[in-house]
């Protein structure tokens, strides 16, 4: 069945669409089918998932943005009783999106008792931070418990729908001392105690650890879960692997549409072409005005273009190479920090590298452009060919040579200074890079001036 | 300590570094040790680690890229013993980067009797497909196995350094039929039988399945590993969740680097700048190529500049829009390719949607440039700035919207003759927005052009 089947199914009578979501076994499905539809059909369907909990579980597979959406079509006392069907980081999720301190306040209210107070902790927590990330529900047992009362406490939890895969294992003071795989459950006596079988954890990161990081630690030690742990070693939650997959995929979403200066956002307005343009707008005006400073520099020149327009047709040449060197230096930089094989102790190391790699695709790209202007491209009786291309390839090899060296910089001085380095990597290094290629093209043209239009 | 320090220290005295890899407790740090010195020092690194099967670990954690870079290093017969210790789907990854075919017969040939089969097995699935990235070992039980059984080949299992989160359950004909949670051993009596507590697989795979398809799969059903079955449903094996976070963030790279121009191997040459250049020179020298031919367009319309040199000003404006709404468009298409948002089903949509969008953004940037051009920009006497502002204005929303349709259907036609989408939408629609974006504005320059020079 087509989506676009599915949703005029899903805007039929709502007996219809009720049995259709009660033949699905998947929560995800029943997301999937939901989102083919417009936001404004949304609440409709999900009243017609028959039972509060399956409700909650649909919606809390929500992305971010659909989130955002969806809590602005429902009404507040709706949301509650969902709230509550929720495991405890989805339900922090929701409550930390709505709008006001008071619906936040009121939700909380909503909550359980106990629930209440975990979900304000998980609140306090940067959305993209490891305590951001983590679940407080886990199976946790004392190190001197015996494997039947550990056995006794996992029961208890699968009866309550916890997804158990490892027992963590904490000493008197609540402090992580260890884990046990459920499978190891199986290969020892009732009485041996939790402390006698457990492993140590591989590794464990702090609540205010960025998730990036925390997707490299997983990736590394091709982890299934890992606990969150406060300075003191105090065992706070677990994060699960599900959610590092969703934390890599939209970190790379992320980069690529900030580096086509563009935003997550827009995924959101799939027929909304209003919307989508008032997002990408802000950086095509930003490098409208930036692409105006090369048009100003070139009619600066124009004494020099107006006795050798041919000048002016190598524009385009110099602009798209500098464009494109700076945004592969920018991207290596970039990817290389997304996956952790760049840190910035990295950054001297990486500039001097692409300063290096720069100049010998320069001098390759100089040397072509420059024999190139020189045999093949018609020019007037006026102008020396021999010297066009001494100017094309002198300043192509110069402006490559600086571009890849910015396209490297830029990004690593904003990650320096705090701002998102993807923002600098796309159409800010290349606004740029044209702009000094301009100048270091008609700078080199003036020079040689004289030669080229035979004296 | 800083990395310079570490290799410092691995290039010291070898009873050091043994010490030091002595007391590492995880392969990954060993791993990551060896890959801050150079590759050529790695086959004497490798050495030093104690035991054959901590060294087998510590390889089978390489990328691809550093496991092609070790074989051209290791010769065949010090590979046998590590391969022997590996599972089979890295062996099968090993073997399958042997550069001939007699290689990887003499490497399968030293196996066990049982591996044998199974690595020959994996090698005839596609690196990138189900097949590819599936391991054969499993937890499996026919379905009127006892529970007692069960548990008995569970422990047997782990024994055997398995790692265990859930028993696959077929039928007689080795069809799966369920999946049982380790934790749901702990649920039952000895005696029930194993079709009585699994339940179905949330998804299943056929082995050719694209593995981005796969991540996909794990993405939305938050899955921790996912079977693969052949079209009769018999079992082939699993997909473990750590292989497709590797699967995500590589693809992720891939799309990134082929943007820009370059490929994942360049993240391989850290200092090596020849190797790296060499690597994106291509991209670079067919852009060159589409450059010249922006340069030659202008050329042709020498007479038009010659009469109005503030013409040429506006081409890097032109050129630097059209470049940058053909990359959003192609970004938009390529991240929700990627995410399974989009499919080839919705290409006429996007490029409709696109096509509106351009159209707002150039309508936004050309009245900006047009108004721009005719009230502040410093033009001659000659030349009447009100027809300046016309031409720059016009072109502007006919180039952006002719950019930004380009941008959504390159990568999307790419994508329908099999050519990696992610190829298109980087320099290639750029150059080509350039040479479109320069004969537009030409164009309505000639069209205005007696106007222009007030006639």
Redesign the interface.
Same mark, same amino acid.
């Given at each position: 069945m087509?989506?676009d089947d599915l949703s005029a199914m899903l805007m039929d009578d709502d007996d219809t669409v009720k049995t259709f979501f009660h033949l699905i076994?998947?929560p /995800?499905d029943i997301k999937?089918a939901i989102l083919t539809v417009n936001a404004e059909e949304w609440p409709r369907l999900l009243g017609l998932i028959e039972e509060v909990d399956r409700q909650a579980e649909v919606i809390s597979?929500l992305d971010e943005g659909d989130r955002e959406t969806l809590l602005k079509l429902i009404p507040p006392e709706k949301l509650t009783p969902l709230l509550r069907e929720m495991e405890t980081d989805d339900a922090a999720d929701w409550i930390g999106d709505l709008p006001t301190q008071e619906l936040q306040q009121k939700a909380l209210a909503g909550l359980e008792q106990s629930d209440r107070e975990d979900v304000a902790g998980l609140l306090l927590w940067p959305e993209d931070s490891a305590g951001g990330i983590m679940q407080v529900e886990r199976a946790q047992v004392s190190q001197m418990s015996t494997l039947s009362e550990t056995?006794a406490k996992?029961?208890q939890l699968?009866d309550d729908d916890l997804?158990?895969?490892s027992i963590w294992v904490v000493d008197a003071e609540e402090r992580l001392v260890g884990v046990i795989?459920?499978?190891?459950? !199986?290969?020892h006596k009732g009485q041996t105690l939790a402390q006698d079988i457990m492993v140590?954890p591989?590794a464990t990161v702090k609540p205010l650890e960025d998730q990036e990081a925390v %997707?490299q630690i997983?990736?590394?030690?091709?982890?299934?879960s890992l606990p969150v742990v406060d300075e003191n070693q105090k065992f706070l939650g677990r994060i699960m692997?599900?959610d590092?997959?969703?934390v890599?995929?939209d970190e #790379?979403?992320e980069? #690529?549409?900030r580096? /086509?200066?563009?935003s997550a956002e827009?995924?959101l307005y799939?027929?909304q072409?209003?919307s989508?343009?008032k997002i990408?707008?802000p950086?095509?005006?930003i490098? !409208?005005m930036?692409?105006?400073v090369? %048009?100003?520099m070139?009619?600066l020149f124009?004494p020099v273009?107006?006795k050798a327009?041919?000048i #002016? /047709? $190598?524009?385009?040449?110099i602009?798209?190479?500098c464009?494109?060197?700076g945004?592969?230096s %920018?991207?290596?930089f970039?990817?290389?920090m /997304?996956?952790g094989?760049l840190d910035v102790?990295d950054i001297p190391?990486i500039f001097s590298?692409e300063l290096?790699?720069g100049a010998?695709?320069g001098l390759?790209?100089g040397l072509?452009?420059g024999a $190139?202007a020189y045999i093949f491209?018609?020019v007037g009786d006026s102008v020396d060919p021999a010297y066009l291309g001494v100017i094309v390839g002198l300043s192509m090899i110069a402006a490559m040579t600086v571009s890849a060296a910015l396209g490297a910089i830029a990004p690593a001085g904003m990650k320096q200074v705090g701002i998102d380095p993807a923002v600098a990597a796309?159409?800010f290094v290349?606004?740029v890079n044209?702009i000094i290629g301009?100048c270091i093209y008609m700078g080199t043209a003036i020079y040689f001036l004289d030669a080229l239009t035979h004296g």
């Open positions: 087509g989506s076994r998947h /995800a999937e597979l056995i996992v029961r699968v997804e158990i895969l795989p459920v499978v190891d459950l !199986l290969m140590p591989v %997707a997983f990736r590394k030690y091709d982890l299934i692997v599900d590092v997959v969703d890599i995929t #790379a979403n980069d #690529a549409l580096m /086509a200066g563009t827009e995924l799939r027929s072409v209003l989508v343009a990408r707008l950086w095509l005006a490098n !409208l930036g692409s105006l090369s %048009a100003f070139i009619y124009e273009i107006e327009i041919v #002016a /047709a $190598f524009v385009p040449v602009t798209a190479m464009g494109n060197v945004t592969q %920018a991207t290596i970039l990817r290389g /997304a996956t094989r102790t190391e590298r290096r790699i010998i695709m390759a790209c072509l452009v $190139f491209f018609p796309g159409p290349t606004t044209d301009i």
